[in-house]
């Protein structure tokens, strides 16, 4: 009996990664070189896809039958996979099917529509797909066991693990509280700093050429990860050993593509670097975003706006772009490093990020707070947060709410865990530090060494461990936001010489 | 009743179409961009998905109320599609699933570790994977309902309606007759053309920018039709609005990538012009090779070979690679068409090309006749055949019978249509000229005058008509070789003054 559930098990996951493959193979297809036309088609097809693999995950037999297995005497790691397995699908075991498609097909058709609406920075032709996308979620919502939670308190717990508005909003509080007097500070009396040169174009050809450098350094091996341009870089796991990102190249914004790169590598190299007894496991999936997020932002930001790290790669940078030539390295590091209130999120410096995620937190708290939406004025307060937090307002809805992809896929209550993650990425560069000479393996070529403590003490878990327990076996002490704050407040404090 | 069958059926439709659309998009990418390692978990999935497709597609109860529904009072269209669907159905209605899977999995896997060993010269290594493709693909046809059929005509009728070894044996009778002696005639006296500029290399930047130039003029529509590079060039078809084709640059053969991007245009647009009505039906898809191919070797001899084409492309070949500066248009054209023999299919002229189509041809007719083949010696059976043919032998298997993607994909009996295509274009290309200015039009840089007349005369039906009835329809003649052999004669003998 156990031998016998034991292989309907198998055959029950290979049929939903089957599903799951095809649907992130189609996914990535249409953000990366779809023509548009075929969109349409597309979305369709996929909402068809992804009812058939609800309906098969939510079959009444297959569920008890997972339910009777996991009782049994089974392996542990078996039992863990189940048990997560079983939590993920009572979260959905009372949504009706035909409520599943309408907000799948909402989403699709969201996402396609979305990267037009931002090149055109057009608003108003978003808000329809938009609306859609909110109203079937809050839909969705309404079915969710946990009926007596706020709506987007579920939503904050399913990116990550037990969040709540309260420890958010305590988080926050600090962030507010520390950085908010620091970036007034730099503005009144830190050095100035001239990154003008940045306001010059830099040819894509060029960009691409140091892309390869960056790729090279970084040790990405093409067997199992590669790049694809789209418009809001993204990483997707195909599986263990397949993993793509993606970047978007700006002529006017040379640092763009060099720090999505980065970033988008942390989010490849943890998928990448997952023990491979998870294979095929939701444990090799079902990871908290703010844990992934701490390693894309560990990488973009500990490593990739680390003078150790430009030591091996300024030289190439100013090779491809002459214009560099009579900028020295410690200049270049404070171009880098730069702090000034700005509008685009993923090219905002480490002090202002978070910020930035702040805006989208409370906007989102707004939308999930009340049943009457006033879509037509979405757009101006969001402007107004931005001016109120960091002074600063957008020329147009493309640099402003339309500038990430987050809300046309659906993705509530995942922004604030960019900011949690960079917290968590300062609480574990401070352990790190302790075992490694950062600065030395960086200057010395051996990104390696670091990826190889990465994967001991962190990736290989997959999301087999919380964020909470990972933390507390590598750091030794739970999560503690003083590491940020700190590690934030002596960076700039130096930077402008306060 | 009727209403409900009708319903089930677009259900059933659109359902198949969902898997197929997984199923392409996997296969795409996989031939593309996916890294290699993750290709042992793709193959594993696209199997699952193929089964589940299969299931689906074969479920008796489905089946039962299709043909229920084509016996009833419905419309013209859906029943010839619903009649072409049981036909289909009705040939794979013995095949047990479990061989069903067997197939898929031997000819995904196969697809994948075909590039690879083309790379690396080793038809040794390729050989397990081509046994199991032939062997699969043999106990594939023992359930076919025409058992008493020899199963390489099985296969040859699959791909193009109603062809048995004779008329191909009779049709290859022909251009051996024709052809053979006029190759040897052009090597004793036909005038000398020196095409050694091609021996040089050309930078693969510059052949990009050529091909853009190339899409330009024959008007691809970016959001309906792109590129990417695979292998193999091939197009592949997602719906009526979304078309991929890709090619390969190799720097030391200009000529290839050209060719193969007008090649694959000719696919593309046939699948790009077929009536809207057709959107997700079998008639939009279940078109013969021959025919298919016809449109592919159209656009790329009596287009791309013809020196009204190159007036308008020729000066930007000559800009991108200045060696051609002093090379007259007319000596280009000369160095396009010269007939030589060689070794690479996709790279022959047009005389020569029926016969590295035969060589497959007769191969293919061995592999099905025998129970017992000697793998081992394929690779000298493919050389052997391409001396007494053409008079050269290849230097390594990549270069022999390792080059063609087919095999590897389980295309056996598609070559013939390759030779067929070519002839049936002439048909075509015969009557076309008696409508339009073909080369005023080129000249004009009017290619989309030329693809207006495909769509309406050709492209427009997709497959709800044969190949036969398109023919007679548009040439006012069942398919008659003479036009090809008169065609091939006069060009070659012009060309080589005889």
New interface residues.
């Given amino acids: 009996m156990k031998e016998q559930l034991e292989q309907f098990y198998k055959e029950y996951k ?2 939903s ?3 799951s ?3 992130t ?2 996914y ?2 249409q953000a990366t ?6 969109n ?3 979305n ?3 909402a ?2 992804s009812t ?1 693999s609800f309906l098969h995950a939510m079959d009444k037999d297959s569920i008890c039958k997972l339910e009777q297995l996991v009782t049994l005497d089974i392996e542990p790691l078996l039992k863990t996979e189940l048990e997560r397995l079983l939590k993920h699908l009572n979260e959905s075991k009372d949504l009706p099917q035909e409520v599943f498609t309408r907000k799948t097909l909402a989403v699709n058709e969201s996402s396609s529509a979305w990267g037009q609406c931002k090149i055109d920075q057009d608003y108003k032709a978003f808000i329809p797909y938009l609306k859609n996308v909110i109203d079937t979620t809050k839909e969705v919502l309404t079915y969710h066991p946990n009926k007596e939670k706020h709506p987007y308190e579920i939503l904050l717990d399913q990116f990550e693990l037990g969040m709540t508005f309260e420890q958010y909003d305590l988080f926050f509080k600090e962030i507010k509280a520390h950085f908010v007097p620091l970036i007034k500070e730099i503005q009144e009396k830190g050095k100035h700093i001239d990154d003008s040169i940045l306001k010059n174009k830099f040819s894509i050809e060029q960009q691409e050429k140091f892309s390869t450098e960056l790729c090279n350094y970084l040790k990405v091996d ?5 790049m ?1 341009t789209s418009h809001h870089p993204f990483t997707t796991f ?2 263990l ?3 793509r990102m993606t970047t978007h190249y700006y002529e006017d914004i040379l640092l763009s593509s060099i720090y999505s790169i980065i970033h988008e590598y942390g989010h490849a190299l943890f998928g990448l670097q997952i023990d491979e007894k998870y ?2 496991s939701i444990l090799s999936r079902d990871i908290g975003s703010a844990m992934h997020e701490s390693q894309s932002r560990f990488l973009e930001n500990h490593i990739g706006k680390n003078k150790a790290f430009w030591v091996n790669q300024y030289p190439a940078l100013q090779q491809l772009f002459p214009i560099f030539k009579d900028v020295a390295l410690d200049e270049f590091m404070d171009i880098v490093n730069v702090s000034k209130p700005s509008l685009i999120r993923t090219e905002a410096d480490e002090l202002t990020y978070p910020l930035h995620v702040m805006i989208r937190y409370e906007i989102e708290k707004e939308l999930f707070n009340t049943d009457s939406i006033n879509y037509e004025n979405l757009n101006e307060r969001w402007n107004e947060l931005y001016k109120e937090y960091l002074g600063v307002v957008p020329s147009h809805d493309g640099e402003g709410i339309l500038q990430d992809s987050h809300w046309s896929s659906g993705y509530f209550g995942y922004f604030p865990t960019y900011a949690l993650g960079s917290a968590y990425a300062a609480q574990f560069y401070h352990t790190m530090q302790q075992h490694l000479d950062v600065d030395q393996l960086l200057e010395s070529n051996q990104f390696d060494v670091i990826a190889q403590w990465l994967k001991e003490n962190i990736h290989h878990h997959g999301g087999a461990k919380s964020a909470n327990e990972i933390l507390l076996e590598v750091t030794n002490e739970p999560f503690n936001p003083k590491y940020y704050i700190d590690y934030i407040t002596k960076k700039y404090r130096t930077l402008y010489n306060l």
């Fill in positions: 290979a049929k990664n089957a599903y493959l095809a649907l193979t189609m990535f297809d070189i779809a023509p548009t036309q075929g349409d088609y597309s369709q097809m996929m068809i896809l058939e093409s067997t199992n990860c590669n694809s195909l599986s050993k397949d993993v294979e095929g």
